[in-house]
C-alpha cells in the first residue's frame, strides 16, 4: 500500500494491469465523491488542474465545476474564468444540487492520487461513507492484487486515509478472507484496531487535516460527516474513460 503522495510517482513504471486500486482522501475529495454518487451523480471527472477542469466544462456546458484550493471552492480568481459551483465539501454535493448531472472536480491531493493509478485493472474509490461496501466488492472480486493508495495532505501522510485502510484490511482479515498483508498494511490495520473503535471522528479530529478544517467555521461540520462507516452501499469505480461512475 502507499501512505504519501511521493510514492504515487513510482506507479508509472509499475504494471498495474492486474491490479485493484482502492484510493482514499477521506477529508475530503473521495467522500464527496462517494456521497455525489449517492445521491444520483451520473459521472465524476477528476482531473489535476484548474484549467483542466474548466477547458472540460467549455466542451460539455451541462457539466458542473467543483473542487478546491486550500480547502475553499475555486474561485473566478484562481480560475481565471468561471466560479465554481461546487466546493470540495460532501455536504454541498445534495441530490437537489447534483442528481443526473456530470461533475469535473479537482483537488489539491485526491483526484492526483486516483489520476496516478491508471493502468490498474480496476480504480475503486473508497471512504468511510462506505467501507463496507468497498469491503464486499473486494471481497466479491477477490483481486490477485489489491493496493490501497492513500491520498495524504501535501506531501505527507494524512492519518484518516491511513485509518480507512486500516478499517478495510481489517474488514477482510475479520470476514475470514486469506491475504496476504503487506508490513504496510499489517501497520494500518494495527492502526485502525488500535484508534477506530466505534466512533472514527476523534481520530479524524486529531489529524492535520481535521484540525485544520475544525478551524474553519464553514468547513467544521464536514470532518463529523466524513467519519460516518457506512452510510452509502455505493463504490465508485474510475473507467477507462476517466470516468468515476457507480
Known sequence: MLLTPAEQAGLAKRDLSRMTCVVFDVLRATSVMTEALANGAAAIAPV???REAVNLRSGNPDWLLAGERE?????????????FDLGNSPREFTRAAIEGRTIVTT????????????????????SFLNLPAVVAELA?????EVLLVCAGTGENCASEDALC????VEGLVA?????????????????????????TEPRIAHGSN?????????????VVFCSRIGV?????????????RL
Not at 491475504?179 to 477506530?196: G, H, K, P, T
Open 48 to 50: 489535476c488542474e484548474v
Open 71 to 83: 480547502g475553499l471552492r475555486i474561485t473566478s480568481e484562481i480560475s481565471g474564468g468561471p466560479e
Open 107 to 126: 483537488t489539491t491531493n485526491g483526484t492526483r492520487a486516483l489520476l496516478a493509478c491508471e493502468g490498474a485493472d480496476r480504480i475503486l474509490v473508497g
Open 140 to 144: 466479491d472480486a477477490a483481486p490477485r
Open 165 to 168: 485502510a486500516g478499517g478495510i
Open 175 to 199: 470476514g475470514g478472507h486469506a491475504i496476504e498483508l503487506s508490513d504496510s498494511a499489517m501497520v494500518v490495520r494495527a492502526f485502525y484496531r488500535e484508534e477506530a473503535g466505534d466512533e
Open 210 to 222: 481535521g484540525r485544520r478544517l475544525l478551524g474553519m467555521e464553514d468547513l467544521r461540520e464536514d
Open 232 to 244: 452509502h452501499e455505493v463504490v465508485g469505480e474510475m473507467g477507462r474513460d476517466g470516468l468515476v
